[in-house]
């Protein structure tokens, strides 16, 4: 019995391309990209942390410019908040969580309506609005302390919270309103239209429906509104009193020992100390931020 054999065809080499080097226009491109970038965050952060540096180092070598810490020390932070000079970091500190949450709640609760109502809703005129509320947000606080201080000293607000809250919302409102608008219209509206069909109202498709999906544009909005009513200063200044000042007011009263001298090593531990959170919380939530940001940007 012949055997019969299969001739196997002989495997051919594979022909690997050749890696092709990398052109030096692109790595110089490369290397321009990251330089740039560390110039922007050498410039944005070299402030603050001078700042923290300063906060920790004895009030005699405040001015000593060894860019790293030395002679280290924890007093600054208790002269912060040392109430014997008239200072009171802590009321202050309060003060500010109490007028930043209050301002971000309202301007939530208001905003998301707004901006719903200007993504999902037809009617004349919707440009318009849409128009006049970003204009809001470019007027100057300046104009605006005149006539403020002379309608809450008429209603007997001067010094109390909603002097500062309401101003707040105004400030805030406009970006609420435009992050939310701008995500708002992105939504697959089949979902709401599906819920409807389902026998849900327009406010349970609303509050069950689309609010959950508009989770991390609202969280991002949140903390942008949070942190701008906490950074303002000029109406604060005027509007403000001892009992309900925020920690802005409170750190340009700082005052030490020497009524001739400004006591920058304390100033600069309180700063530390309202800087240091919101970077933390920003940096925890970044994804959540950069997600909120940029969703709705891009059409699937």
């Known amino acids: 019995m012949a055997t019969q054999t299969t001739n196997k065809p002989a495997t051919q080499p594979t022909n690997k391309p050749a890696t092709q080097p990398v052109p ?74 109490i007028i930043g949450s209050i301002t971000t709640v309202l301007a939530l609760v208001i905003g998301v309506f707004a901006a719903y109502a200007l993504a999902r809703l037809t009617f004349k005129g919707k440009y318009v609005v849409s128009g006049l509320i970003l204009s809001a947000s470019m007027f100057p606080v300046v104009v605006l302390v005149t006539p403020l201080f002379q309608l809450f000293t008429n209603l007997g607000w001067i ?35 599906a819920a409807r069909i389902d026998g849900a109202t327009k406010m349970q498709a609303f509050r069950l429906v689309m609010l959950p999906l508009a989770a991390p544009a609202v969280f991002t909005t949140a903390i942008l509104a949070f942190i701008a009513a906490v950074n303002e200063y000029l109406l604060a200044r005027l509007l403000s009193s001892d009992k309900t000042e925020p920690v802005t007011v409170a750190i ?26 919101l970077v933390i919380m920003v940096l925890l939530f970044q994804r959540r931020i950069i997600s909120g940001l940029t969703a709705g940007g891009v059409k699937s």
């Open 24 to 97: 030096w226009t692109k790595r110089l491109g490369t290397v321009r990209l990251y330089l740039g970038a560390l110039i922007v965050l050498v410039w944005g952060l070299a402030p603050f942390y001078w700042m923290a540096v300063t906060a920790f180092r004895d009030p005699d070598y405040t001015f000593d410019n060894t860019p790293w810490p030395t002679h280290v020390t924890l007093e600054n932070f208790r002269n912060a908040f040392d109430t014997s000079r008239g200072n009171d970091f802590g009321k202050a500190l309060v003060n500010s969580v």
């Open 159 to 193: 010094g109390e919270y909603q002097a500062m809250i309401i101003p707040n919302i105004s400030f805030v409102l406009p970006m609420t309103v435009y992050i939310l608008a701008s995500f708002f219209a992105e939504l697959p509206w089949e979902l709401e239209e």
């Open 252 to 277: 340009a009263r700082f005052s030490g020992n020497n009524p001739l001298v400004q006591p920058y090593a304390a100033i600069m531990a309180a700063g530390t100390m309202v800087t240091i959170p």
